[in-house]
């Protein structure tokens, strides 16, 4: 994609990376190189397992960490040369929160109003709005430790929006959630992405989540993106279904790993243990024929799943590791 | 810019505090707490061979005075790692307001708090049989307001660096002790053996309190007296930049 000067709500960045001094002089690379772009109005998934780079990734975007190398443009501001430009456009949700357990809510959201240059007056009008907005109706007296765990994420996404930014980044919104809190804060940022047009950007390791609220999903291991587009094209790239076949042993499952990888057709094929996973263009029609073979190699499996290929698979067969880990 | 956002900090910590009544019962008790324990012992202590010369009080309350500016701003790192726990440290430093203003908002409510304890003490102490004209106590806030200011900053510096209230605990303890026996507050330095005076000398505070005490004395334009304040302004001023300095180091 060609480097454009960036618009408003939008995100370009090129082998943005982050190294840390550690003992005896040994660089720890915590994010390799990340290229990324995001279009204005998008949600955008950053999906990887804990310790992938996410959050650091996010914080470097939104001038909280000084990147070590690479470039950035967010919203419209150069992040090495502008971090004030990009910190006036953009909301930042983190992981921690925002509030002070026995901070009463209208507070913390005026001083946060007050930061970005609105008069009291308006903050107090806005939070409001938006508590009203997110359900959060009438709670403005309370303190932030006498809500629930969805209401305070609710209430951190308030704060992150006081300013009406442009670009949201949403860091873990959902996690510590039960189902239907997580599904309601779904509806909730959906909505902020279909009325205000806002951007958002959420990290999240989450496969449901990534999969029903992303337009566009990032995947990141280890510090480097392996993967990106729609959660409906990185299925399709898996040509096929996804096979989950279980041994009685490690042995049996090493012999299966080599008839699987020998078969026509057979793809992604990663073992773990016992457990051997693959893809398999028309599954359904080809499993006897496998379970024949295997057989037949004195590898017998003791279980077999065949199902429509989840985010999860496109994972595993992009990392070799299961997200669930 | 700055002073608008350091007024939006300090308003939201003085707003925090003010709503918590143990905060504001324990701050006005405190000195006069210290005036009912200490003052007892301070008559018996001032007959002692070595007491400096002069009225007890006006030795003893410019003492109390120093003692609150350092230890009243010294704790106040424990509330900057709730806040950072909280992720309010991070929020605010993703807002484009300047870094020195999060530190100075924060420090100013410490100012202005012990500013106000400092009154009190002195009022009740005036009960007690302190005199001295209004000039000198308005000196003796305004250096109660110069060390707290830096005492804070330093606090709230080590505080955010440190992120550990098991580490931050063992560094107050390292410093307060020596600090309160090395200035002369409780304990006339004439009475140390030669080594501990000389370690006494190297004490910024026993200078500060030296410097007070002139003042309390009525030696305003005293060599002494200008040397205390200065040694004052200069930590609030280095207080102020390191802090400002932490602030900003926690991007990158």
Known sequence: MAETSGEAGAIHARGLRKTYAGRKGQEVVAVTGVDLDVAPGEIVGFLGPNGAGKTTTLKMLATLLKPSGGTANVSGCDLAADPLGVRKRIGYVSQAGSTLPDAPLMLEIESQGRLYGLSTKEARRRGLELMEALDLGGLERRKSQNLSGGQRRRLDIVMGLIHRPELVFLDEPTTGLDPQARANLWEHIRRLRDELGTTIFLTTHYMDEADSLSDRLLIIDKGEIVGEGTATKLKAELKGDSLTLTFSGGEAAETGEEVAAGLEGAANVVRQGNVLFLNLPDGARALPGLIKRLSDAGAEPIGAELSRPTLDDVFLALTGRSLRE | ?252
Do not use: C
Not at chain 2, 46 to 64: C, E, H, M, N, R
Not at chain 2, 214 to 234: C, E, K, N, Q, R
């Open chain 2, 1 to 252: 810019m700055f002073w608008r956002d350091t007024w939006t900090i300090f308003r939201r910590q003085m707003i925090l505090s003010l709503r918590n009544p143990a905060w504001v019962l324990i701050g006005l008790l405190q000195p006069i707490m210290y005036l009912t324990l200490f003052g007892p012992l301070l008559e018996q202590v001032a007959s002692v061979p070595g007491f400096p010369p002069g009225d007890s009080w006006k030795i003893f309350v410019p003492g109390l005075l120093v003692q609150l500016g350092i230890f009243g701003g010294f704790f106040v790192g424990f509330a900057v790692i709730a806040e950072w726990r909280a992720g309010v440290v991070d929020r605010m430093l993703v807002s484009p307001a300047p870094r020195g203003a999060l530190i100075l908002g924060r420090v100013l409510r410490d100012v202005v708090s012990l500013t106000v304890q400092g009154a009190v003490l002195m009022a009740a102490a005036t009960l007690f049989g302190l005199a001295v004209p209004l000039y000198v106590m308005g000196l003796g806030l305004l250096l109660v307001a110069l060390l707290g200011g830096a005492f804070s900053a330093f606090s709230y510096a080590a505080g955010l660096a440190l992120k550990s209230e098991d580490s931050f605990a063992p560094l107050i303890n390292m410093f307060a002790l020596p600090v309160l026996l090395l200035s002369g507050i409780l304990l006339p330095m004439s009475l140390a053996p030669r080594w501990l005076q000389v370690l006494s000398d190297i004490n910024p505070f026993k200078h500060v309190v030296d410097g007070l005490r002139a003042v309390f004395l009525g030696d305003i334009l005293s060599m002494t007296a200008a040397f205390g304040f200065g040694l004052a302004l200069a930590l609030m001023v280095l207080g102020l930049w390191v802090g400002a300095r932490v602030f900003s180091g926690q991007v990158k």
